[in-house]
């Protein structure tokens, strides 16, 4: 009978995954971090291949420490990170050549300034 449910939260710094039971019991949970990568100062960038290796990892670890088959599972409930832009072929793939811009991304602080945008003042630019 499929009694349990997946729990998935792809967070900023990395995935955490729950198994629970129908009666919201917590049977096992197991987290992978990935890097947010900043090639220049001011920059917050993912790979989305680094949120599906996460994925992955987590749900076969919580399925190999519970002892739970997969085909038990009912369901699965994702939570997801905000504002990121993945890209995204004709066919639906990532585009590899362009990692996702991340919330903290300050590269087009300038450019809203010069524009007359109205920003939080944490987004001000230094200098």
Known sequence: MKEYLLGIDLGTSGTKTVLFRSDGTAMAAHTVEY???QPQ??????EPSDWWRAVRETVQAVLHKSGVAAA???GVGISGQMHG????DERGEVLPQHPVVR???RRGVPRAHYRGYVLHPQARPHG
């Open 85 to 88: 832009l993945v890209m995204l």
């Open 41 to 46: 100062n001011g920059w917050a960038e993912q």
């Open 72 to 74: 038990d599972v009912a």
């Open 103 to 105: 919330r903290p991304h």
């Open 35 to 37: 890097p947010l990568y």
